[in-house]
């Protein structure tokens, strides 16, 4: 097997790499795919350029990897610019921050082992789009409506406020607020996400982060987005005041290249 | 899958995820999803372990229960929310930043100091923008 392609893109504008030097990926998209790639910033900056590794229908998008990594504000942004311009041109499989390869040809037999599915994968994701939303609320409302519903917490509240109480009264108030605080965390998920799913064909949920309720990822069709974006808009205030909603996208479908 | 649309840019007015508070929005996504190939190294990062620590509260501790009961014992009973949310505020806070300011309280404290530590990532290398 030949480090190099025999048969590069006559449109790409990226050049191959240099054999034997360790890479850092970025992402996998078809061959065809234009590849405008001018003015880019490489992750880690050593300078030199971006490139392509191409086999057969795929092309992997790298450049030389640098000598040390961390994930800084600059290199992350580095990596997610490149996404954002390869998906204004087509499909593509964005890679997770941070992947090395020792040399291009571990990444051409990369390629080669499952070709096939990241062909299928590109295809499926033809025209898609990812949109991540986080939501919150506001926790003393939370508390407010636990308060408000519940007898047996009002009751508690009252028997450990300005310090009085004992310490097992304070243990119960506060396992009555968690458990209740989850469940209406859970049910404000499910609504949320149930409002949106119409207009996605996939979603995948993460772990919401601090005190977040929600932190779900949806793909949508490029023709749809604005739609997409519109919907969020009108959740956001039809739950009014107290909810914090962070909707972000069109984004590169990070949760749905695996 | 179909597909029925081209690949023209999308003219959706939300933002994508450069900006600054956007990064901070998407950062686990491109931390923590993305396509692994496992003859790939993966760089081991000091950090990205760290931003997995930063999820919602695991519930069934007594710390917790003591600063949910702190909370509420605080909570001005008097005082709700009446005023309807202003329409243009909602979309901005939605669109254009992450700002948290609705949320907070006592129980976020505790993984505070992990934002925190992942914050320092950013910024080490540049001007010293924080999301916090």
């Known amino acids: ?258 | 899958m179909t597909t029925a649309s081209g690949t023209q840019p999308v003219a959706a007015s939300s933002s994508s995820g450069s900006g600054t508070a956007g990064l901070y929005d998407i950062l686990e996504l491109i931390l923590d999803r993305g396509l692994v190939i496992d003859v790939f190294v993966r760089v081991s990062i000091v950090g990205i372990e760290l931003i997995k620590i930063d999820i919602r509260i695991v519930i069934a501790s007594v710390d917790t229960y003591l600063r949910f009961a702190e909370a509420c014992n605080r909570l001005d009973l008097e005082a709700g929310r009446k005023a309807p949310a202003r329409l243009t505020d909602i979309v901005g806070d939605m669109v254009e930043s992450g700002a948290r300011g609705t949320t907070g309280g006592a129980i976020s404290g505790a993984v505070d100091g992990v934002v925190d530590a992942v914050g320092d990532f950013f910024g080490g290398d540049d001007d010293e923008e924080k999301k916090r």
């Open chain 1, 1 to 258: 097997m030949s480090d190099v392609p025999t048969n590069p893109p006559p449109s790409a504008a990226a050049s191959e790499p240099a054999p034997d030097s360790p890479l850092y990926i970025y992402a996998i998209t078809g061959s065809d795919h234009p590849l405008r790639l001018d003015g880019l910033r490489t992750v880690g900056g050593v300078g030199g350029s971006l490139s392509a590794v191409v086999r057969g229908g795929l092309a992997a998008v790298v450049s030389l990897a640098p000598p040390e990594l961390r994930p800084k504000r600059r290199d992350l942004t580095a990596h997610q610019e490149l996404q954002e311009r390869l998906m204004a041109d087509g499909a593509v499989l964005p890679m997770r921050f941070g992947m090395l390869a020792p040399d291009s040809a571990t990444v051409g037999r990369a390629l080669e082992e499952k070709s096939e599915e990241y062909e299928r994968r590109l295809a499926e994701l033809h025209g898609t789009t990812e949109f991540n939303l986080k939501a919150a609320r506001a926790q003393d409302d939370l508390l407010r409506e636990v308060l408000s519903e519940s007898e047996e917490a009002r009751r508690l509240n009252a028997l450990t406020r300005d310090g009085n109480g004992t310490h097992e009264d304070r243990v119960a108030l506060g396992e009555l607020l968690a458990r209740q605080v989850d469940a209406r965390q859970r049910l404000l998920a499910e609504q949320v996400v149930q409002q949106l799913s119409s207009l996605a064909r996939a979603r995948v949920e993460g772990a919401p982060a601090k005190d977040d309720f929600l932190n779900v990822s949806f793909l949508v069709a490029r023709a749809q987005a604005h739609e997409f974006t519109e919907a969020g808009q009108r959740l956001a205030r039809d739950f009014g005041e107290g909810y914090d909603f962070r909707l972000r996208g069109p984004l590169p479908p990070y949760s749905f290249a695996a």
